[in-house]
Each structure stands twice: as C-alpha cells, then as structure tokens.
C-alpha cells in the first residue's frame, strides 16, 4: 500500500477526531434506487405543435364552460373542439391515456379541469402491498424499476415507465387551468423513470408527500410552463439525468426546493473551468416560498440563467453532503444573470409548535406552511455545501439578512466516502466574480449583512475584489481571467468555530421536531449561541487557569501585570463579539491581537521567573495567535495545510496543562510560600532565631539543621531553611561559606535541588561550659582510609568559568543512600558530604589575627568557634589578646582546648546546659589550598 502523504494523515486525524466528539449528521433526503447515468446519446426534445394523438378530459360540460369563459377566443375554439372529440373517443384519467400510449413520439393533450386519478389514488392492496424493499429514512419503500412496473401506483398518481419521445401537455390559457391533484396521498404526482425524451407542458401538480414532477434516468426532457407546489420534499425533481431543459417553470410551498436537477450527469468530470457542455439548463424559472429555492446535491455541469429565487429561507444551494447520490462531489455548476433576493423566511416556527407533526392534509400549506425537511441557513443567497468548480457570475444578490455567498467544505465521510485521500475533495476552484451585491436590477441599494462566509478549506477559490463585509476578513481575489487567483490559500480543513458550529447546525430532525440547541439558523440568540458559549468556556478557563498562575508565581512583575490585563481584555472582546455579529468586522482579529500580546508577554515574564519551558509554549502560543490575527484581517496566510486556529487551540491546551502544574505549590509548602510547620518561605530581613530574634549570619538555621542530621531526622523543610538562612544573611566564622553569587547558578535565587551548605565541623548544640575542640597537632595525621570520589555530572545549564565542572554546576551521585551525596565514615561517625559543585569554593581570604590574638565575642558563638592559632583565618575586627593556655583536663571526656574559643556569654539553642559526645575525627582546613579536606583516623 502507497504510503498516506502526510497532509492527509493531518486531515484524517482531525475528521476522525470531530466524527468521535460529535458524529456525523444523519443523512436525510432524496433516496433512490441505485441508478447509473444515460450514455448521453440523446438530445433536448423540441416542442411538437400538431393535433394531439390522445385526449384526457372530464364529461361535465357546465364545468367545462366555466373554465374556458375568460380564455383568448383561439384558445376557447381549440378547447372546445378538443373537446368534442374527448368526450367522444377520449380518457376521463391521465394514467388511462399513459397506458395506451403505444409507440415514441406520441402526444397526450389534457384538457382544462381537476384530475384527482381517483382509480390510481387507493393504497397497494393484494401482492403490491407486500413487496420486498428497503425502506428509506422517511419511511418510503426504496422499490427497484421491475417491482415500479409491477405496482406502478404504490408511490405514484401517474407513472411514465419506459414510454420514449413522449410530451404531455394542458391545453388551457394558464398552467393552473390543468391541474393533477394527489390530495397528499401518493409520493410522487407524476413519475416518469428511463423515459427518454420527454417534453412537460402547461400544466400544475400539486400537494404530494414528495414531489410533484420527477423525472429518473432519461437521457433528454423538457419541463416547459409548469407550476408544482405544496409538496414535502420537491417541486421538481430530476436524478441521473441528462439532456434536460426547465424553462418558463414556478415551484413554491416545498419543504425542500422548488427545484431540485439532483446528480445531473457529471459530464465535466476531471475537466477546468472549460466545458464544451452542460448536462441540464435551467432558465426563464421562478422558485420561491420554499425551504430552499434551487437545490443541486451532485448537481453537475447545471447551467442556471436568468432566473428569480427569492422569498425561500435560502435563495439556492449545490451540496455534496447527502451518500447515494451518483456523481459526488458536486461539480461545474454555472450561476449567471440570475436573481436572488430577499431570501429571509423562517419556516423552523412551524417545526417547533408541532405543525410539521400533523398529517401533510391538515398543515396548512395552502396557507403558506413550509415544513423544512433539511438543516437551512436562513437569510443567504447562494449556499455551496462542498462544491468544485462552480462559476457564479453576473447575478443581483441582495436583500439577504446573514449573507450573500455561504462556502464551507464537507468531508467525504459525510456522504459514505472512507478513503482518507478524499476527505479534503470538495470547495475547490469556486469562482465569484462581476456579480451586483447589495443592488437590485433597478440600481436601487439592497446590502446583505454580509457578502461572505467561508469557513476557509479549499484551494483556488476568489472573491471578486469589490465584496463588502465578509468572514473572514480579507479573501482571495479573483483575476481577471477564469483560474486567475491572488492571495489565494489551500486548507486541508476549515475553521474549528465555524466547523464545529456546522456539524451542531446540521442535527436537525423535523419529525422527531429536534431544533439543535446553540446554532442561530433556529432562533438561538447571544449566550445560547454555540460560537459563544465556546469563547465563554475557554475565556473562562484561561482566565482561571492564568488568573491563578499570575497570582501564585508573577503578581510582583510590571510585565506579567501588563499582559495578563491585555490577555483578559482580548478575551472579554472575543466573548461580545461572538454575541453579535461583529464577526464580519475587525472585532475579531482585534481581539485576537490583544490576546496574542497578552501571551508574549507572559511568555517573557515566566522566562524571567525561571520557567524555562513554560515560557517557551507560552511565547509560541502569543506568536501563533498573532498570525492568527494577521490570517483573519489581513491576508490570509498561503499554502498552510491548516489554519492558526487549530495551532492556536493545540496549543492552548498544552498551555493549560503546564500552567496547572506550574502554578501548584511545591512538596511540604503551604499557601503564600509558607510551610506546614510554620517556617516562612523567605524572610527578606533574614533568618530568625527560635525566639524571634534575628540570626543575620543564619548560625540559627545550621544549628537546627545539624540537630535534625544528628538525630537522624533528615526533612527536606530543615535543608530550606538552611539553604535560606545561607543565601539570605552570609555566616561568619572560619567554616562558613560565602554565598555564592548569581553567575555561579546562571540565576538567582538557585534551584530548589541545589545542595545546602554544609558546616565544616559537627555543629550539635553543647553546654555552654564545653571545652573546646584540643588544637591541631604538627603530628602526621593518621591514616585515613579513602573511597575513591564519586564522579559529577552537569545538571544545569552553564553559566560560566567555575571550579570543579568546566563552566557548569555539577553534583556527586548519591551514595550509600544520602539523599545529597557520598556518605563517609570517620572513626565510627557518618557524615555527608557533597560532590563538586560550582557553589562549593574556596571562600575568600579573611583578615589574618596577629600571633597573639583572639577574635572577639560577636554572633560566632555556639558551635561556630573563632581561630587563635597564630596564622589562620579569622573575621575581621574580631581579634582580642590570647588568654593563657588552660591546663589540660582530668577527665577523658573533656576536650581540651583547640584553636578556637566559644563566646560563653551567647544564649545557646535548647532549653539547659547539656553535654553530647564529641566524635573524634572532625573537619579540619590545613591550608587556604584545601578548604575541605577530611583527615580520617584508624578503621571503625
């Protein structure tokens, strides 16, 4: 199997993902046995004007008097000749003279009167009543032509079934003094299926629960001065035909069209705009008071010329959008000097107050009841429901309350196509150019609310230059030859908003009286509109969403602020313009420019704030919006496969995942960054001690969090606490480390996961009368069993020239299950330490105390001891005289002192004097050189 291009995967996965969340419509309308196209052999019939080979007319002599009082002399005297001759040797039904036809080109006169066809007009009894068939969706049986021939009045009042050449025609002045009445009881009035050259003339059918006049499968016919009316479905209607001709017709009161060349023979299949034939002419016709004026679902190569459609909900319409229809998609119908106006009426009132749910006689349609049988936009003059290259031309559109010209595509799915290569087959090549909008045959100014709306998929489809309102905004332009096209686009699939409102428009049930809930085409008014109650949902759900994300991690930026008050005001716009009908307008491309800002720069502010990630979709999201708006207001974009909307909308959905993970708290944090056990989240005036009081050099932090080592009690909140007392007020005393400056992190503050500073030496709490430390020795140290170093790896970006990981942070592995890295032991005490890291360096050179000095007493007190080793490293201005050496302690408990002497007169933390033991190996600095070496005595 040839492998799918990757435009069609696109498309595939888009159609099956709308067929999923929302399904395809129910396909109602014309329904028919399977029936392929005549050869084109034939030709159009001309009108034969002879004597007539066989007459119908009634015997009431007194009737027919009245009726032929008022005709023209000549026409009285043929009438009354024609009816002597009738009541001598003639037929009193229409389906007797059909009968006794017997050979082509044979003519049927029928004379002024009512033809009820009482003998064909009962219902099928006996072995017809029983026939094996199908069943439409309206509830019809779908019979083959054998079972037609063998009850050819189960579904018709008068049916033509293989008669050749054959013209029937009313003798009378007007079309209504002949009239075939079926009283709403038979399907179709007349029928005439695979009767080639038949020619209609001069006469009405009327009130059928189908059509009127229908002709199946003939290669040549003429409907000629003929007015059908008050039908369910059609007027007229023609299927699989060719060489047709309607001219000098009127059709109105149909649930459905007046007219209706249903899947005309696709003669100009694969061909451009150059056709050397179309396969039916319609001209010279009328259609209005109808659900739809003209209806064309496979309505090919239909040449439709100087016409009147008005007063229907919608003035004509070609479709691809109904399966069993041969000749699918629609294709090269011509539209010129026709016109179509005032298409405004609103029959769906009769749907809803249960009108439509009597039986047809008690409707009312003689009164002007019009029960739509299919979904209709009201108020638009030419619908193209996926159509090819069809060229509307010189026609007078104007006086339509939604729009002029409706363009929007239909899936192949719709219509029973599952080939993926022909989903995206239809709204190609549509041409509108040189036709008078918003102006009547008279010059006198009749605008439409809008010119255009295209739901914006196909390729080569113009708009002539001087269109007015349109959605959306700007449209391709037609040149000035056919095929010409400037600014054009090719879209694998149309606008989400207009096609979701498509396929929630096109659930519509007239039996089941079902009106889809949420589309305007039914009287739904602003916030129960669909298009509306989609920007109200997500307006609402961005606005949470980045109201609470702006608050938790952005309310103290200027630029976040800004955007968040420019992304809310585009969303307030998009919801009332969508409450309106703004949408032809820049309303909504200005909306979307405030939004497209407000997303750039919340994307730069959350990029500042340290999400990286976030920032980056958010700024794609702000960019993709912005050429959505440029798409809509400017020009739109060519050669992308789909619209910025569907980006846009992808988008936004990621958007809204990684904004509800950014903006949940982290572990063991409260709200407004503050701990469950209490402790605030940063303290901007520096740590605190337990009492309240401030530990500017964070000794408090450390002490707490070498209690918590010791004790065993290791919690993520301790190793905070220090990490913020180190950053927010920097240590003082020989082992405390500078904090590191923002370059060594690539930002500040660091990262949550960057290690805390560790103390170089134990800091448990001891009584205030401990001795300290004894002092080193120049004694060799003793030897000290090493484990080789763990080896680091980068897990940040770099950020500059640093020790210990060429330009980037790095950390240790853990070992021996330290959350933080390697675990060692000395003389039977653990301790952990931290692999390289750009935050561990040497600190800088403290002033050095003279020889005979002591730092002076200040906050080192605790376990932070001061240096009076003559030579060593020592706060500055901390220096006093070196008391005497204190004799060596009785004990072996007691250490002696060491090189460093606590400040007695500095509260400890705890509540009373206590005594630990002291581990006999410690941190120990030999040399400015080696900060953090560890000697280790002797083996566990």
Known sequence: MARMPWKARLLAVVSAALVVLVGAPAARAHEERPVAFPDGSGSVPVLRTGEPDLLVCKTDPDDFA?????????????????????????????????????????????????????????????ACAALDAPRSSFGYQVLSYAQQRQCPHNQNLVAILGKKDLQIEGTGADRTDVV????????????????????????????????????????????????????????????????????????????DSGIYPGSASDINDGRGYGVPRYSIEITGCRSHHNMVGYSGTAGDSVYVHDNEFDHNMGGASMDSAFPGHPGLPQNHARFARNDIHDNNQDYYRYVADGTCARPPAERGYEQGVVCPQISMPPGSGIITAGGNWNLYEDNWIHGHRRTAFYLSAVPAFIRGESAWSKQADTSHHNRYAGNRLGVDKAGNPRPNRTDVWWDGQGSGNCWQ???????????????????????????????????????????YDVRARRLPAGCDWYGARGLARVETQLALGTAAVLTLVGGVLWWRRLRTGRLAGAAAAAGAAGLALDVA?????????????????????????????LRRAGRRGLGRTTVALGVVTLLDAFDKAVVMIPWTPVSPAWLRTLLAVVWVLGAVAASAPGPGRGEAGER?????????????????????????????????????????????????????????????????????????????????????????????????????TTSPAPATRRRPAPRARCWTRRTGPGTGCDRCRRRARPRYGSPHGATRRTAGTSTSTYGTSASRRRAPAAPRCPAAATPASSSTAGPWLA????????????????????????????????????????????????????????????????????????SR
């Not at 002709?215 to 060489?243: K, M, P, Q």
């Not at 949408?583 to 909306?591: E, K, R, T």
């Not at 909140?717 to 950053?727: F, K, L, M, N, V």
């Open 867 to 938: 240096s009076t080793v003559p030579g060593t490293t020592c706060p500055a201005a901390r220096c006093r005289p070196a008391p005497a050496p204190s004799p060596p302690a009785s004990t072996p408990t007691t250490t002696p002192p060491g090189p460093c002497a606590a400040d007695p007169s500095r509260p400890r933390s705890g509540s009373g004097p206590r005594t630990m033991p002291v581990p006999t190996g410690r941190w120990t600095s030999p040399s400015p050189e080696a900060p953090y070496s560890r000697p280790r005595a002797g």
């Open 66 to 126: 009245r009726r032929t009082a008022r005709f023209p002399p000549l026409i009285r005297d043929r009438n009354e000749r024609l009816f002597a001759r009738c009541v001598r040797d003639g037929y009193r039904h229409v389906q007797q003279a059909v009968d006794a036809v017997d050979r082509p080109g044979m003519t049927i006169a029928i004379l002024p009167g009512l033809y009820e066809e009482e003998p064909s007009l009962p219902p099928p009894a006996g």
């Open 465 to 507: 230059p001087d269109t007015g309102s349109s959605t959306p905004r700007t449209l391709p332009t037609c040149g000035a030859r056919r095929g010409e096209v400037s600014g054009g686009s090719h879209r694998l699939v149309g606008e989400p908003v207009k096609l979701v409102q498509l396929l929630v428009c096109a659930d």
């Open 577 to 605: 313009g969508s409450t309106t009908g703004l949408a032809a307008g820049y309303v909504p491309a200005l909306a979307l420019l405030l939004l497209g800002a407000g997303w750039t720069g919340l994307g730069l502010a």
């Open 180 to 255: 075939i009445d079926a009283k709403y009881r038979k399907l179709n009035a007349i029928r005439a299926d695979g009767s080639d050259g038949v020619y209609f003339r001069n006469f009405t059918a009327q009130r059928t629960t189908f059509n009127s006049l229908y002709v199946l499968a003939a290669d040549g016919f003429v409907i000629d001065d003929v007015l059908t009316r008050w039908n369910d479905e059609y007027g007229f209607l023609t299927f699989a035909s060719d060489h047709g001709l309607y001219k000098n017709c009127e059709s109105y009161g149909n649930g």
């Open 676 to 776: 469950p056990d209490g402790v605030p989240d940063r303290d901007p005036d520096g740590p605190r001690d337990p009492d309240g009081s401030r530990d500017p050099d964070g000794s408090r932090a450390r002490t707490v969090l070498g209690t918590r080592t010791v004790l065993g009690t290791w919690m993520l909140p301790g190793i905070r606490t220090a990490r913020r007392g180190r950053r927010e007020g920097p240590a003082a005393g020989p082992g405390a480390r500078p904090a590191p400056p923002a370059e060594a992190h690539g930002r500040w503050p660091p990262r949550r996961r960057s290690p805390p500073p560790w103390p170089r030496q134990w800091p448990w709490p001891r009584s205030p009368d401990a001795a300290a430390p004894p002092p080193p």
